[in-house]
């Protein structure tokens, strides 16, 4: 494998336009936001991760369960999985409000319609998962081209002609805008967002041993994609805050609002479902090829630890383990619910989207605490590659996610002037029981009798 193709994979797992609204309420500033956290979490994670991969397989089971302990790394592959719990209804809030403007740009900030939708795609999707169907996988090889890379680059060439004609930006763009104004820690909450876009780069990190020289191509690799993740998140970002004044913008119909604004201007509006219909294809195609991933990650380490009860083993007659897919629908349908009840589909949007990033920062807290020990305790295990001044790398990432966790309990603008207490509540719920007391009631329960590691395939299937 090349480096570019490496680098290009890479960006094709991390870079979405789905996170654009969010760093665009802050017009310039969207840069900062976006540049700092690759420096401080993305690039860490990356040589970090990819170190771990070129030594042990299995993942961040492996690396946490062989540099600290096993019990530790059940927890890192069940955040893993847990995040998506938060994370599907999030994206399928995207994917509802980007159908409303096929249907009715007013549902857009509708919160029953967006629950209903939620409910009804995901279902639909476990329906599709469950049958074992590869035919949809194809989908996410053309998510980067259809969702991401012609839709970006037509908003951020409509909004150059746009201002190249004259017309003012709705966010001011001189330099003195660069920073994102200072009014407290609520002035940065919404860079918490941003590490949750980077996620992801550990898991491309198992390539590094098909490189011709790891040691040398996958730091060149890297900054590569870094390149690229950073101009198609920050360039459609400052699109939208060209065209759509903050105090308007939708966290969920963001991409849409300034799709739609652009083409009212240019007289194009019926390009306004095609665009829309593109990135709902993308999105379901990523969903719906992802949604079994996580999943099956933590039945396989299950199976031969017995981490979880028999009943979340078991697979149906298509070898997929439906029984997981089902219980995490009837958790994101309740979820689901909570769109139609908060004040409005923004707040619960960025509300999910805080607990989704706080329960997978555990997973990097570990990784980074696991890869300094494994070097202290084995230094000369054979490694394809190794990180420069690992120490530091894993202090720079493991300080970042730690204080992006903790700046995440700060209530931003986005949620909608609710309870202070209520959103610490909500998030510090989110967290402590999908992040800790469930994994921790899995370890204090487990029995012997719950591991499986003879059944494999449909040997375990539900009648």
């Not at 600290?68 to 890192?76: I, N, Q, T």
Request: glycine letters at 10%; a positive charge.
């Amino acid at each position: 494998m090349s480096w570019l193709t490496l680098a290009l994979m890479t960006t094709s797992s991390v870079a979405s336009l789905r996170a654009a609204p969010t760093m665009a309420v802050y017009g310039l500033a969207a840069v900062f936001l976006y540049v700092l956290p690759a420096i401080v979490f993305l690039l860490p994670t990356a040589l970090v991760s990819a170190e771990l991969a070129s030594g042990w397989d299995g993942g961040v089971y492996r690396w946490v369960s062989e540099g600290l302990s096993k019990p530790l790394g059940f927890l890192a592959v069940w955040c893993q999985f847990a995040m998506t719990i938060f994370y599907y209804p999030s994206l399928l809030a995207y994917v509802a409000s980007t159908i409303a403007y096929v249907i009715n740009p007013s549902l857009a900030s509708n919160g029953p319609y967006t629950a209903i939708v939620i409910m009804v795609l995901y279902w639909s999707g476990v329906w599709v998962s469950s049958r074992g169907t590869g035919a949809v996988a194809g989908l996410s090889s053309w998510g980067l081209v259809i969702g991401t890379l012609v839709p970006g680059t037509l908003l951020v060439v409509l909004g150059l002609v746009f201002l190249g004609q004259g017309n003012p930006s709705a966010a001011p763009m001189t330099a003195s805008n660069i920073f994102p104004q200072w009014t407290g820690l609520a002035s940065l909450v919404l860079i918490v967002n941003n590490f949750l876009s980077y996620s992801g780069m550990e898991m491309n990190a198992v390539h590094v041993s098909s490189l011709r020289n790891p040691a040398r191509e996958f730091p060149r690799s890297m900054f590569t994609a870094s390149g690229l993740v950073l101009l198609i998140f920050i360039l459609p970002a400052l699109a939208i805050s060209w065209v759509v004044p903050s105090s308007q913008l939708s966290l969920t119909a963001g991409v849409m609002q300034a799709f739609d604004s652009f083409f009212q201007y240019f007289g194009i509006g019926w390009l306004t479902p095609v665009i829309a219909v593109a990135l709902v294809t993308a999105s379901l195609g990523g969903m719906l090829t992802w949604l079994a991933g996580p999943s099956k990650g933590l039945l396989l380490i299950s199976r031969q630890e017995g981490y979880l009860p028999p009943f979340l083993q078991r697979l149906n007659k298509h070898g997929i383990q439906q029984n997981i897919l089902v219980t995490q629908g009837v958790v994101t349908t309740v979820i689901a619910l909570a769109y139609a009840l908060l004040p409005n589909v923004s707040s619960a949007y960025w509300i999910f989207s805080v607990i989704t990033t706080q329960v997978y920062l555990i997973v990097y807290l570990l990784m980074f605490l696991a890869a300094i020990r494994l070097r202290r305790t084995q230094p000369d295990h054979p490694r394809g590659y190794r990180a420069p001044a690992l120490v530091l790398t894993c202090v720079v990432g493991f300080l970042s996610s730690a204080a992006a966790m903790a700046i995440g309990f700060v209530p931003s603008s986005q949620f909608g002037g609710g309870s202070v207490w209520g959103y610490i509540a909500i998030v510090g719920g989110g967290l402590l029981l999908l992040g800790l007391i469930i994994p921790y009631l899995f370890l204090r329960l487990r029995k012997p009798g719950w591991r499986m590691p003879e059944e494999s395939g449909a040997e375990g299937a539900v009648a």
